[in-house]
């Protein structure tokens, strides 16, 4: 298991789980790293969009080498480039970067497909997903 994995084990969703991993490396208090990530877990707020591991990975990149300044468009640049290959790489292992299409297509707006989701025991698929995502961020870090 990885630290993202056991974070979201532990009871928060899994952008969360990704995005607060890297709170000490980025020098960013766990708690602040948690709420912000709060409203993107399940596609964000179930919406099943983009997972959740891999928006949590996208606003750990945008933290790290995001730009500040209007006239740094190489932060741009460089936080795409990284943002390009986490999705690139997530997709690749997992078939899409669509929480709604890893989950095999379950509504989690629903109470049935939050049924579906814990009698099919898809919480499995979504730690894999969390710690796939926090293993493709930090080799892009390092």
Known sequence: MNH???IFLSGFNCSQAVFSSFADELELDRDTALKIATGF???MAR?????GAVTGGIMA????????SSDDASATALTYQKVN?????????????LCQTI?????????????????????????KCVAEA?????????
């Open 47 to 51: 919406h099943q969009e983009v997972c």
């Open 85 to 97: 290959e986490l999705m690139i790489r997530f997709e690749e292992e997992n078939g899409s970067c």
């Open 103 to 127: 989950l095999g297509g379950i509504d989690l707006r629903t109470e049935e497909g939050q049924k579906a989701f814990s009698d099919q025991n898809k919480k499995i698929i979504c730690t």
């Open 134 to 142: 926090e293993r493709i961020v930090k080799s892009l870090i390092s």
């Open 61 to 68: 990149l945008g933290y790290r080498y995001g730009r500040s």
């Open 4 to 6: 993202a994995a056991d």
């Open 41 to 43: 877990g399940a596609g």
